[in-house]
Nanobody, 115 residues
């Protein structure tokens, strides 16, 4: 059973914005720190943002001041607003628990930023 479903990716020009959404289909996700990760072929998956149960966000330096993570505990969703996108942000984006992800991952959502 798929427990995490990511959506909202797409193609955008440099400087543009996208909003990703993660639907969590397991109640445990409501009460743990959740994060957004990204991965490009040949590289390790990178945690770019996380948000605690209390709503406290933390960002990787590479996305700080450009990305905003938010969660709706009632709806059990975790969103990632991405502004000022750059080609180096191109990746498949996933959500999962953070900073230690569960073994099971969703299908991810592709973000492509052209220069």
């Amino acid at each position: 059973q798929v427990q995490l479903v990511e959506s909202g990716g797409g193609w955008v020009q440099a400087g543009g914005s996208l909003r990703l959404s993660c639907a969590a289909h397991e109640s445990t996700f409501r009460i743990i720190t959740m994060g957004w990760y990204r991965q490009v072929p040949g590289k390790q998956r990178e945690l770019v943002a996380q948000i605690s149960f209390e709503g406290v966000p933390t960002y990787a330096d590479s996305v700080k001041d450009r990305f905003t993570i938010a969660r709706d505990t009632l709806a059990n969703t975790i969103d990632l607003q991405m502004n000022s996108l750059q080609p180096e942000d191109t990746a498949v984006y996933y959500c999962n628990s953070a900073p230690r992800p569960l073994d099971s991952w969703g299908q991810g959502t592709q973000v492509t930023v052209s220069s």
